[in-house]
């Protein structure tokens, strides 16, 4: 199957104001791979399925002479891939123009893991390999997957270990948060294990798993990090919802490049604003309520190629109206009628009532968006917290964090 190769939508390049930052023209550079822009798109379940890395791929290209930073797969589960699970094979097909080719996995137990790595190299599926150590989910951390893993420092070393060595030449990253809460960090620990095992890079996410994604990201640990971690890169993660974002966290934190998720939901021009950022040009992308509905509709037809059922693809588009219209002169009702779209054809109609001439409306498309939801006590099997060692009860209930959970 072959998507489509099309430049993605002209959308309107405006200047914007801003000092030079010295993190401009900075390459990012993990393992053999060296990318343009230093830009990773965060892993997010439903939504960076191969249709929206395409268009974020396309738009990350405006600026660079690359695609514009590094582009993951969903999270699939390791022993999903064991069991040959087919939903989960799917997550992990690439476009023909995907390159250099990301796909992220989680797992907990360090054999699978090793397994999953090699069945997907036997396959020439990968390029790059990222593995998460950061959710948050009650359904997974609970049963000690996760963000709470680290906190079995052995556990975890063993799992990076394993990937490492089943992955070879090509590089294995990971992402984790700063700890289980602020009792029991887990990120300094996490950093320094990965450079000893050989790891290329870590992310970090500045937030401990107890906050979910409430409140403001806390940069502070991600510049501890860089300053404990000296022998690989350092990737920032929390709260960037612009380029201005991303090249104030690496000035201020000295992070090696960013990792982006919700900022982009319903957004995927942000890629090109990142480029054109760390490119040293003050142009971004501003597009008017014409534009953003010929991006949803290409974004509707690559959903179509991928899933090869235009009804599953017109159904998976939904749940994006309401990122995508954020701030824009969408009544209530037009964006409940767009959620309910039956159709390609159906779409386009309902877009057509639009006010297409209606420009960027500013401020109100720009800041946060997506679910931050409430601080909550991270769910962890009992006794997890009492010790750093993994006992034989949680190595037998362990395999539990991987069920039904991939892609998620």
Known sequence: MTLLHDAPPSAPAQAAPGSASAAARRPLTIGSLTVDTPVMLAPMAGVTNMAFRVLCREFGSMHSQDDGGLYPTEMVTTRALI????????????????????????GVDPAVVARSVSMILERDGADHIDLNFGCPVPKVTRRGGGGVLPWKDELFTRILRA???AAGDVPVTLKTRKGVDDDHLTYRDAGLIAQEVGAAAITLHGRTVKEQYSGTADWSSIAD????????????????WSAEDALRMMDETGADGVVVGRGCQGRPWLFADLAAGFSGSAERVRPGLGEVARILRRHAELLVEFYEDEDRGVKDLRKHVAWYFKGYPVGGDMRRRLATMESLADLEAKLSELDLDAPYPGAPVEGPRGRAGHGRNAAVPQGWMDSRTLDDDHRRRLHEAELDISGG
Do not use: C, F
């Open 225 to 240: 990090l860089k300053q404990t971690v000296t022998d690989i890169p350092v990737l920032g993660n929390g709260d960037i």
């Open 163 to 165: 990937a490492v060595a």
């Open 83 to 106: 069991e040959d699970h087919r939903e989960s094979w799917r997550l992990l097909r690439m476009a023909d123009r995907e390159s250099p080719r990301s796909v992220q996995l989680y």
